[in-house]
């Protein structure tokens, strides 16, 4: 069955550390976005990538950096610039056309910890 | 102001009544919306789109008011499975710059027996 897959699905580091998270499909979907998620709150766009070699930052870019050499691929780094990066991360893609028709499909998660 | 708002709720319902709750938009571009579930610490699936003429889907209907801004979504009959979270998203196409899909804060719905 095709989908997103993330991992892992939880993540500890420490302070001041780079952490890269993965997020992988195999829906030969164009479209691939990063969202976080704080508790209580709804999902704000970090990044998002319409093609491969090609990504745009979203509302709350600063202190990330994603990649985009392959299609299955779009994985984010979380750097030290971030100032509060302990958060549920959420990878998600759409195919070509938009979601006009289609639903954002979704990876499981990861939550990351800094501490 | 959030381009797409939703009042967080707790929304206690209990079991088997109607509870209803919308979501406001301010990009009058948005092309097209939906509603998302979301349980606790899972990832968001969606629930139902909404068309212009309002749709129903089994205990839950979605209408939109364009000319407000709004989308709304009534759950009929409630079950204690409906707790979770819904998250409206708006969706814009914006040629070169892609689809953009705006959430919602999220609305979290509470049945009890």
């Known amino acids: 069955d095709g989908g997103i897959t993330q991992s892992p699905k939880y993540l500890f580091r420490k302070e001041g550390q780079n952490v890269t998270l993965s997020c992988e499909q195999n829906?030969?979907?164009?479209?691939m976005y990063w969202y976080r998620q704080d508790p209580g709150q709804g999902l704000r766009l970090i990044y998002y990538?319409?093609?491969?070699?090609?990504?745009q930052k979203g509302d709350i870019a600063e202190g990330y950096s994603v990649s985009r050499e392959k299609k299955e691929s779009f994985p984010l780094t979380v750097t030290s610039a971030q100032k509060n990066p302990t958060a549920f991360y959420l990878c998600?893609?759409?195919?070509?056309?938009?979601?006009?028709?289609?639903?954002?499909?979704f990876g499981n998660g990861t939550r990351l910890t800094v501490t | 102001r959030k381009e797409v708002e939703q009042d967080p709720g707790p929304f206690n319902v209990p079991e088997g009544a109607t509870v209803a709750f919308n979501c406001t938009y301010s990009?009058?571009?948005?092309?097209?919306f939906f509603w998302y579930r979301q349980d606790c610490r899972k990832e968001p699936k969606l629930l139902m789109s909404?068309?212009?003429s309002g749709n129903e889907d089994g205990r839950f209907t979605a209408q939109l008011n364009r000319a407000s801004q709004y989308i709304s979504l009534l759950i009929r009959d409630s079950k204690l499975s409906d707790s979770a979270t819904y998250l409206c998203?708006?969706?814009?196409?914006?040629?070169?710059?892609?689809?953009?899909?705006?959430f919602g804060g999220g609305t979290r719905v509470l049945v009890k027996p």
């Open positions: 829906l030969n979907h164009d479209a």
């Open positions: 990538s319409q093609i491969v070699n090609d990504f």
């Open positions: 998203v708006a969706w814009c196409f914006q040629g070169a710059a892609g689809n953009k899909l705006t």
């Open positions: 990009n009058s571009a948005s092309q097209s």
């Open positions: 998600a893609s759409l195919p070509r056309g938009g979601a006009g028709n289609s639903p954002l499909h």
């Open positions: 909404v068309y212009s």
